[in-house]
C-alpha cells in the first residue's frame, strides 16, 4: 500500500514471455551503461520493469552487481514519478558493474527519454 499522494511502485517483468515480447516490439535506446527496451501498453497501469545482464558481462558476482546497480537507478529515477503505460528491461552492459553512479544514473535517464518514457516533475 502506497502513502496517499504517491505513486505507486513500478510491478516487475518477470516471465521470459514477457521480455521477448518488449524485445521484439518495443524501442532499443543504448547508453554506455545500460540498453532500455521500452513498450508502450494498453491499459495505462504502472510501468513494469525488468532487469537482465547477460554472462557476457562477467561471473555471477560481476552480473549480480550489475542488476543491482539497474534495480537501485531505476528505484531512484522512478521514486515517486507516476510513469504509466510502459513495459521496460534495463539490460546491464560491460560498464554497468563499474561506471560510477551518477554518470550510471544520466545514462539510465537519457535511454529512457530516447526510448519515448517521459519522467514528469523534471527528475533527475
Known amino acids: 500500500m502506497t502513502p496517499r499522494g504517491t505513486a505507486p511502485a513500478p510491478e516487475r517483468l518477470k516471465r521470459r514471455a514477457e521480455f521477448l515480447?518488449?524485445?521484439a516490439k518495443g524501442r532499443k535506446a543504448p547508453a554506455p551503461g545500460v540498453v532500455v527496451q521500452a513498450l508502450a501498453r494498453d491499459g495505462g497501469g504502472p510501468a513494469r520493469l525488468g532487469f537482465?545482464?547477460?554472462?557476457?558481462v562477467g561471473g555471477a558476482v560481476v552480473r549480480n552487481r550489475a542488476r543491482r546497480r539497474l534495480k537501485e537507478a531505476a528505484r531512484l529515477l522512478l521514486r515517486g514519478q507516476d510513469v504509466r503505460g510502459f513495459d521496460l528491461v534495463l539490460i546491464g552492459r560491460d560498464a554497468t558493474a563499474t561506471r560510477p553512479f551518477a554518470a550510471l544514473m544520466d545514462d539510465v535517464a537519457q535511454a529512457l527519454a530516447r526510448a519515448g518514457v517521459k519522467l514528469p516533475r523534471g527528475a533527475p
Open 21 to 23: 515480447r518488449v524485445a
Open 52 to 56: 537482465t545482464v547477460t554472462k557476457k
